[in-house]
Protein backbone atom coordinates (compact mmCIF):
# COMPACT_ATOMS: atom_id res chain seq x y z
CA UNK A 1 0.00 0.00 0.00
CA UNK A 2 2.91 2.51 1.12
CA UNK A 3 4.69 1.78 -2.39
CA UNK A 4 1.56 2.30 -4.66
CA UNK A 5 0.16 5.39 -2.83
CA UNK A 6 3.37 7.07 -3.03
CA UNK A 7 4.15 6.29 -6.88
CA UNK A 8 0.90 6.44 -8.19
CA UNK A 9 0.62 10.97 -8.34
CA UNK A 10 4.21 10.04 -9.73
CA UNK A 11 3.35 7.67 -12.74
CA UNK A 12 0.44 10.45 -12.99
CA UNK A 13 2.82 13.01 -13.53
CA UNK A 14 4.74 11.04 -16.12
CA UNK A 15 1.81 10.14 -18.64
CA UNK A 16 1.55 13.59 -18.78
CA UNK A 17 5.75 14.43 -20.05
CA UNK A 18 6.27 10.99 -21.38
CA UNK A 19 3.42 9.95 -22.71
CA UNK A 20 0.80 6.84 -21.36
CA UNK A 21 2.02 4.24 -23.35
CA UNK A 22 5.56 4.15 -22.48
CA UNK A 23 4.76 4.68 -18.97
CA UNK A 24 2.14 2.69 -18.15
CA UNK A 25 4.08 -0.19 -20.07
CA UNK A 26 7.02 0.39 -17.89
CA UNK A 27 4.48 0.54 -14.98
CA UNK A 28 3.42 -3.04 -15.28
CA UNK A 29 6.99 -4.49 -16.19
CA UNK A 30 8.05 -3.61 -12.83
CA UNK A 31 4.57 -4.92 -11.46
CA UNK A 32 5.34 -8.58 -13.27
CA UNK A 33 8.86 -8.57 -11.98
CA UNK A 34 7.92 -7.69 -8.85
CA UNK A 35 5.19 -10.63 -9.41
CA UNK A 36 7.39 -13.25 -10.22
CA UNK A 37 10.17 -12.33 -8.09
CA UNK A 38 7.63 -12.79 -4.49
CA UNK A 39 6.53 -16.30 -6.21
CA UNK A 40 10.40 -17.29 -5.26
CA UNK A 41 11.06 -16.05 -2.40
CA UNK A 42 12.81 -17.54 0.77
CA UNK A 43 12.45 -15.25 3.07
CA UNK A 44 10.01 -13.19 4.61
CA UNK A 45 12.02 -10.10 4.18
CA UNK A 46 12.46 -11.05 0.40
CA UNK A 47 8.80 -11.15 0.09
CA UNK A 48 8.24 -7.30 1.93
CA UNK A 49 11.07 -6.24 -0.30
CA UNK A 50 9.49 -7.69 -4.11
CA UNK A 51 5.82 -6.66 -2.70
CA UNK A 52 7.12 -3.33 -2.31
CA UNK A 53 8.90 -3.25 -5.64
CA UNK A 54 5.49 -4.68 -7.18
CA UNK A 55 3.63 -2.15 -5.12
CA UNK A 56 5.85 0.38 -7.12
CA UNK A 57 4.52 -0.72 -10.58
CA UNK A 58 0.59 -1.15 -9.60
CA UNK A 59 0.97 2.29 -8.96
CA UNK A 60 1.22 2.71 -12.70
CA UNK A 61 -2.22 0.98 -13.27
CA UNK A 62 -5.21 2.86 -12.43
CA UNK A 63 -4.15 6.05 -13.18
CA UNK A 64 -2.56 6.05 -16.41
CA UNK A 65 -5.85 3.02 -17.54
CA UNK A 66 -8.20 5.76 -16.44
CA UNK A 67 -6.41 9.07 -17.92
CA UNK A 68 -6.07 6.41 -21.51
CA UNK A 69 -10.12 6.74 -21.35
CA UNK A 70 -10.16 10.19 -20.72
CA UNK A 71 -7.78 10.58 -24.09
CA UNK A 72 -10.07 8.03 -26.20
CA UNK A 73 -13.06 9.35 -25.76
CA UNK A 74 -13.92 13.24 -25.49
CA UNK A 75 -17.21 13.24 -25.23
CA UNK A 76 -18.54 12.51 -21.72
CA UNK A 77 -21.18 10.17 -22.60
CA UNK A 78 -19.17 7.91 -24.39
CA UNK A 79 -16.25 8.58 -21.66
CA UNK A 80 -18.75 7.49 -18.49
CA UNK A 81 -19.83 4.02 -20.28
CA UNK A 82 -16.04 3.22 -20.40
CA UNK A 83 -15.69 3.89 -17.34
CA UNK A 84 -18.89 2.27 -15.83
CA UNK A 85 -17.26 -1.00 -17.12
CA UNK A 86 -13.67 -0.11 -16.35
CA UNK A 87 -15.71 -0.10 -12.59
CA UNK A 88 -17.61 -3.10 -13.50
CA UNK A 89 -14.37 -5.24 -14.20
CA UNK A 90 -12.74 -3.87 -10.91
CA UNK A 91 -16.02 -5.03 -9.10
CA UNK A 92 -16.14 -8.54 -10.79
CA UNK A 93 -12.51 -8.85 -9.82
CA UNK A 94 -13.61 -7.76 -6.07
CA UNK A 95 -15.65 -11.30 -6.76
CA UNK A 96 -13.43 -13.85 -8.59
CA UNK A 97 -10.36 -12.68 -7.23
CA UNK A 98 -10.56 -14.18 -3.74
CA UNK A 99 -11.52 -17.19 -4.86
CA UNK A 100 -9.37 -17.80 -7.55
CA UNK A 101 -7.02 -16.72 -4.72
CA UNK A 102 -8.16 -19.15 -2.01
CA UNK A 103 -8.72 -22.05 -4.56
CA UNK A 104 -4.85 -21.68 -5.36
CA UNK A 105 -3.93 -21.89 -2.04
CA UNK A 106 -5.69 -24.70 -1.00
CA UNK A 107 -5.07 -26.64 -4.01
CA UNK A 108 -1.48 -25.59 -5.03
CA UNK A 109 0.02 -23.55 -2.78
CA UNK A 110 0.32 -19.39 -1.93
CA UNK A 111 3.19 -18.51 -4.26
CA UNK A 112 0.61 -19.45 -7.20
CA UNK A 113 -1.31 -16.17 -6.39
CA UNK A 114 1.99 -13.88 -7.36
CA UNK A 115 3.10 -16.49 -10.49
CA UNK A 116 -1.09 -16.35 -12.23
CA UNK A 117 -0.39 -12.35 -12.33
CA UNK A 118 2.74 -12.82 -14.64
CA UNK A 119 0.79 -14.48 -18.29
CA UNK A 120 -1.94 -12.10 -17.78
CA UNK A 121 0.33 -8.88 -17.41
CA UNK A 122 2.08 -10.18 -20.57
CA UNK A 123 -0.62 -10.55 -22.38
CA UNK A 124 -1.63 -7.13 -21.14
CA UNK A 125 1.45 -5.69 -21.99
CA UNK A 126 1.23 -7.15 -25.88
CA UNK A 127 -2.00 -5.40 -26.60
CA UNK A 128 -0.71 -1.96 -25.41
CA UNK A 129 2.13 -2.39 -27.32
CA UNK A 130 0.25 -3.40 -30.61
CA UNK A 131 -3.35 -2.40 -30.25
CA UNK A 132 -2.72 1.12 -28.72
CA UNK A 133 -1.96 4.18 -30.57
CA UNK A 134 -1.04 7.46 -28.41
CA UNK A 135 -2.93 10.55 -29.10
CA UNK A 136 -1.34 13.12 -26.82
CA UNK A 137 1.76 14.28 -27.68
CA UNK A 138 4.38 14.20 -24.34
CA UNK A 139 4.90 17.37 -22.62
CA UNK A 140 8.07 18.89 -22.29
CA UNK A 141 11.07 16.81 -20.03
CA UNK A 142 11.21 17.85 -16.93
CA UNK A 143 11.47 15.91 -13.94
CA UNK A 144 10.65 17.55 -10.43
CA UNK A 145 13.16 14.94 -8.18
CA UNK A 146 13.15 17.02 -6.14
CA UNK A 147 9.96 17.76 -5.36
CA UNK A 148 8.63 13.50 -5.90
CA UNK A 149 11.20 12.74 -2.93
CA UNK A 150 10.20 15.06 -0.58
CA UNK A 151 6.21 14.00 -1.30
CA UNK A 152 7.64 10.71 -0.96
CA UNK A 153 9.14 11.09 1.91
CA UNK A 154 6.14 13.05 3.64
CA UNK A 155 3.85 10.33 2.32
CA UNK A 156 5.35 7.47 3.64
CA UNK A 157 6.00 8.96 6.89
CA UNK A 158 2.21 10.29 7.17
CA UNK A 159 0.95 6.41 6.15
CA UNK A 160 3.20 4.42 7.88
CA UNK A 161 2.41 6.51 11.30
CA UNK A 162 -1.49 6.05 9.93
CA UNK A 163 -1.32 1.99 9.95
CA UNK A 164 1.02 2.03 12.95
CA UNK A 165 -1.28 4.29 15.13
CA UNK A 166 -4.38 2.24 14.26
CA UNK A 167 -3.01 -1.33 14.74
CA UNK A 168 -1.38 -0.09 17.75
CA UNK A 169 -3.28 2.08 19.22
CA UNK A 170 -0.38 4.28 20.46
CA UNK A 171 -0.78 7.69 19.31
CA UNK A 172 1.04 8.87 21.98
CA UNK A 173 4.12 6.77 21.08
CA UNK A 174 7.66 9.62 20.78
CA UNK A 175 8.34 7.29 17.34
CA UNK A 176 4.39 7.90 15.94
CA UNK A 177 4.36 11.48 17.08
CA UNK A 178 7.94 12.02 15.33
CA UNK A 179 6.91 10.84 12.18
CA UNK A 180 3.00 12.50 11.85
CA UNK A 181 5.19 16.24 12.47
CA UNK A 182 7.78 15.19 10.04
CA UNK A 183 4.86 14.31 7.56
CA UNK A 184 3.83 18.06 8.21
CA UNK A 185 6.95 19.95 7.77
CA UNK A 186 7.78 17.55 4.48
CA UNK A 187 4.63 18.64 3.26
CA UNK A 188 5.07 22.29 4.09
CA UNK A 189 8.45 22.36 2.35
CA UNK A 190 6.67 20.23 -0.58
CA UNK A 191 4.49 22.90 -1.37
CA UNK A 192 6.65 25.69 -0.90
CA UNK A 193 8.90 23.30 -3.48
CA UNK A 194 6.13 23.30 -6.35
CA UNK A 195 5.50 26.75 -6.26
CA UNK A 196 9.07 27.06 -7.63
CA UNK A 197 9.21 24.69 -9.97
CA UNK A 198 9.20 24.91 -13.41
CA UNK A 199 7.26 21.54 -14.01
CA UNK A 200 5.89 20.88 -10.72
CA UNK A 201 4.84 16.87 -9.60
CA UNK A 202 1.31 18.13 -8.43
CA UNK A 203 0.90 21.91 -9.62
CA UNK A 204 -1.11 23.93 -7.25
CA UNK A 205 -3.35 25.56 -9.48
CA UNK A 206 -5.33 22.11 -9.48
CA UNK A 207 -6.37 22.99 -6.29
CA UNK A 208 -7.97 26.06 -7.08
CA UNK A 209 -9.95 24.05 -9.56
CA UNK A 210 -13.14 24.25 -7.75
CA UNK A 211 -14.64 20.73 -9.19
CA UNK A 212 -11.26 19.10 -8.82
CA UNK A 213 -11.15 19.80 -5.34
CA UNK A 214 -14.77 19.07 -4.50
CA UNK A 215 -14.39 15.64 -5.99
CA UNK A 216 -11.25 14.82 -4.38
CA UNK A 217 -13.26 15.69 -1.13
CA UNK A 218 -15.91 13.67 -2.01
CA UNK A 219 -12.97 10.10 -3.26
CA UNK A 220 -11.48 11.17 0.28
CA UNK A 221 -14.99 10.61 2.23
CA UNK A 222 -15.64 7.53 -0.20
CA UNK A 223 -12.82 5.82 0.78
CA UNK A 224 -13.15 6.21 4.55
CA UNK A 225 -16.82 4.52 4.03
CA UNK A 226 -15.38 1.61 2.46
CA UNK A 227 -13.24 0.89 4.75
CA UNK A 228 -15.74 1.04 7.67
CA UNK A 229 -18.37 -1.15 5.52
CA UNK A 230 -15.22 -3.67 4.63
CA UNK A 231 -13.78 -3.45 8.11
CA UNK A 232 -16.77 -3.64 10.74
CA UNK A 233 -19.37 -5.38 9.01
CA UNK A 234 -17.75 -9.02 9.15
CA UNK A 235 -16.73 -8.07 13.22
CA UNK A 236 -20.66 -7.19 13.37
CA UNK A 237 -21.41 -10.33 11.80
CA UNK A 238 -19.03 -12.52 13.97
CA UNK A 239 -19.70 -11.11 17.16
CA UNK A 240 -22.83 -10.05 17.40
CA UNK A 241 -24.51 -12.11 14.71
CA UNK A 242 -22.32 -15.59 15.84
CA UNK A 243 -21.58 -16.10 12.24
CA UNK A 244 -18.48 -18.02 11.26
CA UNK A 245 -15.73 -16.91 9.17
CA UNK A 246 -16.68 -17.67 5.45
CA UNK A 247 -20.33 -16.34 6.42
CA UNK A 248 -18.69 -12.84 7.67
CA UNK A 249 -17.39 -12.81 4.18
CA UNK A 250 -20.30 -13.85 2.24
CA UNK A 251 -21.98 -10.88 3.88
CA UNK A 252 -19.69 -7.72 1.78
CA UNK A 253 -20.47 -10.35 -1.44
CA UNK A 254 -23.83 -7.56 -2.31
CA UNK A 255 -21.17 -4.96 -2.42
CA UNK A 256 -18.87 -5.87 -5.85
CA UNK A 257 -22.29 -6.99 -7.44
CA UNK A 258 -24.62 -4.35 -7.04
CA UNK A 259 -20.96 -1.94 -7.36
CA UNK A 260 -21.00 -3.47 -11.06
CA UNK A 261 -24.38 -3.09 -11.86
CA UNK A 262 -24.50 0.72 -10.60
CA UNK A 263 -21.19 1.47 -12.21
CA UNK A 264 -22.48 0.40 -15.79
CA UNK A 265 -26.06 1.79 -14.61
CA UNK A 266 -24.28 5.06 -14.02
CA UNK A 267 -22.54 5.36 -17.33
CA UNK A 268 -25.73 4.74 -19.48
CA UNK A 269 -27.45 7.58 -17.42
CA UNK A 270 -24.90 10.39 -18.57
CA UNK A 271 -26.43 12.30 -21.12
CA UNK A 272 -29.91 11.41 -19.74
CA UNK A 273 -28.90 13.27 -16.66
CA UNK A 274 -26.48 15.59 -15.67
CA UNK A 275 -23.20 14.38 -13.74
CA UNK A 276 -24.40 16.38 -10.66
CA UNK A 277 -27.71 14.75 -10.24
CA UNK A 278 -26.38 10.76 -10.77
CA UNK A 279 -23.85 12.06 -8.38
CA UNK A 280 -26.66 13.30 -5.83
CA UNK A 281 -28.65 10.17 -6.47
CA UNK A 282 -26.37 7.68 -5.51
CA UNK A 283 -25.41 9.84 -2.32
CA UNK A 284 -28.84 9.66 -1.95
CA UNK A 285 -28.56 5.43 -1.94
CA UNK A 286 -25.34 6.16 0.33
CA UNK A 287 -26.96 7.70 2.71
CA UNK A 288 -30.06 5.36 2.82
CA UNK A 289 -27.93 2.49 3.11
CA UNK A 290 -25.53 3.74 6.10
CA UNK A 291 -28.74 4.75 7.76
CA UNK A 292 -29.78 1.18 7.71
CA UNK A 293 -26.12 -0.25 9.10
CA UNK A 294 -26.27 2.88 11.76
CA UNK A 295 -29.98 1.54 12.83
CA UNK A 296 -28.66 -2.00 13.07
CA UNK A 297 -29.11 -3.95 16.10
CA UNK A 298 -28.64 -7.47 17.79
CA UNK A 299 -32.13 -8.58 16.79
CA UNK A 300 -32.22 -7.31 13.12
CA UNK A 301 -33.22 -9.94 10.52
CA UNK A 302 -29.88 -10.79 8.12
CA UNK A 303 -31.99 -10.16 5.30
CA UNK A 304 -31.21 -6.26 6.34
CA UNK A 305 -27.74 -6.42 5.95
CA UNK A 306 -27.57 -7.90 2.76
CA UNK A 307 -30.19 -5.50 1.72
CA UNK A 308 -27.85 -2.29 3.48
CA UNK A 309 -25.07 -3.25 1.72
CA UNK A 310 -26.16 -4.01 -1.56
CA UNK A 311 -27.33 -0.52 -1.72
CA UNK A 312 -24.05 0.55 -0.36
CA UNK A 313 -22.12 -1.19 -3.33
CA UNK A 314 -24.86 0.22 -5.87
CA UNK A 315 -24.64 3.82 -4.33
CA UNK A 316 -20.75 3.48 -4.86
CA UNK A 317 -20.92 2.06 -8.24
CA UNK A 318 -23.20 5.06 -9.51
CA UNK A 319 -20.64 7.79 -7.82
CA UNK A 320 -17.31 6.57 -8.52
CA UNK A 321 -17.46 6.30 -12.52
CA UNK A 322 -18.99 9.92 -12.23
CA UNK A 323 -16.46 11.05 -10.32
CA UNK A 324 -13.63 10.19 -12.68
CA UNK A 325 -15.16 11.62 -15.41
CA UNK A 326 -16.01 14.76 -13.88
CA UNK A 327 -12.09 15.14 -13.19
CA UNK A 328 -11.59 14.41 -16.71
CA UNK A 329 -13.60 16.82 -18.18
CA UNK A 330 -12.49 19.60 -15.52
CA UNK A 331 -8.87 19.39 -16.92
CA UNK A 332 -7.44 19.92 -20.08
CA UNK A 333 -5.22 17.16 -21.58
CA UNK A 334 -1.76 18.18 -20.76
CA UNK A 335 -2.76 18.13 -16.66
CA UNK A 336 -5.17 14.70 -17.01
CA UNK A 337 -2.71 12.54 -15.94
CA UNK A 338 -1.68 14.31 -13.26
CA UNK A 339 -5.16 14.87 -11.93
CA UNK A 340 -6.13 11.09 -12.39
CA UNK A 341 -3.47 10.26 -10.12
CA UNK A 342 -3.54 12.88 -7.39
CA UNK A 343 -7.27 11.28 -7.23
CA UNK A 344 -6.19 7.85 -7.19
CA UNK A 345 -3.73 8.65 -4.46
CA UNK A 346 -6.19 10.21 -2.20
CA UNK A 347 -8.77 7.43 -2.76
CA UNK A 348 -5.72 5.18 -1.07
CA UNK A 349 -4.78 7.65 1.41
CA UNK A 350 -8.51 7.47 2.65
CA UNK A 351 -8.42 4.10 3.03
CA UNK A 352 -6.05 4.53 5.20
CA UNK A 353 -6.97 7.15 7.16
CA UNK A 354 -10.49 5.95 8.05
CA UNK A 355 -8.82 2.73 9.43
CA UNK A 356 -7.12 4.69 11.64
CA UNK A 357 -9.87 6.90 12.65
CA UNK A 358 -12.27 4.13 12.90
CA UNK A 359 -9.70 1.88 14.38
CA UNK A 360 -8.95 4.51 17.34
CA UNK A 361 -12.87 4.57 17.72
CA UNK A 362 -13.25 1.47 17.60
CA UNK A 363 -10.51 0.26 20.05
CA UNK A 364 -10.87 2.93 22.44
CA UNK A 365 -15.14 2.36 22.69
CA UNK A 366 -14.06 -1.76 22.96
CA UNK A 367 -11.55 -0.93 26.14
CA UNK A 368 -13.52 1.52 28.00
CA UNK A 369 -16.38 -1.08 28.00
CA UNK A 370 -13.27 -3.17 29.35
CA UNK A 371 -12.91 -5.78 26.70
CA UNK A 372 -9.12 -7.00 26.50
CA UNK A 373 -9.66 -9.99 24.57
CA UNK A 374 -11.79 -9.74 21.43
CA UNK A 375 -12.15 -13.47 20.68
CA UNK A 376 -14.68 -13.14 23.30
CA UNK A 377 -16.93 -11.64 20.09
CA UNK A 378 -15.35 -14.07 17.71
CA UNK A 379 -16.56 -17.63 18.33
CA UNK A 380 -13.44 -18.23 20.54
CA UNK A 381 -15.63 -18.09 23.99
CA UNK A 382 -15.82 -21.51 25.29
CA UNK A 383 -15.85 -22.03 28.50
CA UNK A 384 -16.77 -18.39 28.75
CA UNK A 385 -19.77 -17.35 31.24
CA UNK A 386 -22.90 -16.07 29.35
CA UNK A 387 -22.68 -12.71 31.11
CA UNK A 388 -19.05 -12.24 29.85
CA UNK A 389 -20.16 -12.77 26.39
CA UNK A 390 -23.09 -11.06 26.65
CA UNK A 391 -21.20 -8.04 27.74
CA UNK A 392 -18.40 -8.78 24.80
CA UNK A 393 -21.28 -8.72 22.43
CA UNK A 394 -22.61 -5.69 23.63
CA UNK A 395 -19.79 -3.49 24.04
CA UNK A 396 -18.82 -4.75 20.02
CA UNK A 397 -22.32 -3.54 18.79
CA UNK A 398 -22.41 -0.47 20.83
CA UNK A 399 -18.44 0.22 19.11
CA UNK A 400 -19.95 -0.39 14.94
CA UNK A 401 -23.04 1.65 16.14
CA UNK A 402 -20.90 4.78 16.25
CA UNK A 403 -18.81 3.61 13.52
CA UNK A 404 -21.93 3.22 11.41
CA UNK A 405 -23.32 6.55 12.90
CA UNK A 406 -20.14 8.23 11.48
CA UNK A 407 -20.45 6.79 8.31
CA UNK A 408 -23.95 7.86 7.77
CA UNK A 409 -22.73 11.70 8.96
CA UNK A 410 -20.18 10.54 5.88
CA UNK A 411 -22.71 10.30 3.39
CA UNK A 412 -24.95 12.86 4.21
CA UNK A 413 -21.86 14.95 4.20
CA UNK A 414 -21.47 13.78 0.62
CA UNK A 415 -24.89 14.51 -0.54
CA UNK A 416 -24.13 17.84 0.96
CA UNK A 417 -21.32 19.22 -0.39
CA UNK A 418 -22.23 17.57 -3.84
CA UNK A 419 -25.40 19.67 -3.82
CA UNK A 420 -23.29 22.98 -2.82
CA UNK A 421 -20.52 22.84 -4.07
CA UNK A 422 -20.25 20.39 -7.72
CA UNK A 423 -21.78 23.36 -10.36
CA UNK A 424 -25.12 22.50 -11.92
CA UNK A 425 -23.87 21.39 -15.23
CA UNK A 426 -20.67 19.48 -16.39
CA UNK A 427 -18.71 20.19 -19.54
CA UNK A 428 -19.06 17.30 -22.21
CA UNK A 429 -16.64 17.22 -23.86
CA UNK A 430 -12.86 17.79 -24.54
CA UNK A 431 -11.47 20.91 -23.14
Not at 42 to 65: C, D, H, K, N, W
Not at 100 to 114: K, M, N, Q, T
Not at 190 to 200: Q, V
Not at 365 to 390: F, Q, W, Y
Amino acid sequence: MLATAVSTPIYGKLADLFGRKKVLLIGATIFLVGSALCGVVTSMEQLIFFRALQGIGAGAVMPITMTIIGDLYSEAKDRAKAQGWMSAVWGVSGVIGPLVGGFLVDSLSWRYIFFLNVPFGIIACLMIAIYYKESIKPAKHHIDYLGATVFSLSTIALLYALLTGSSKQNWGDITIIGLLIFAVVSFIIFLFIEKKSPEPLIPLTLFSNRTLSTINILTLIAGAMIISITMYLPIWSQGVLGKNATEAGLILMPIPVMWTFGAIFSGNLVGKLKTKQIILLGASILSVATFLLFTLSTHSPSFLIYVAVGLFGLGMGLVTPIYMVTIQAAVPAHTRGTAVGLNTFINTFSQTLGAAIFGTIFNTMIHARGIKNLDLVSGGHGGTTTNVVTESQSALASSVHVIYMSTFVLAVCTLIIAWLLLKPATQTSEQ
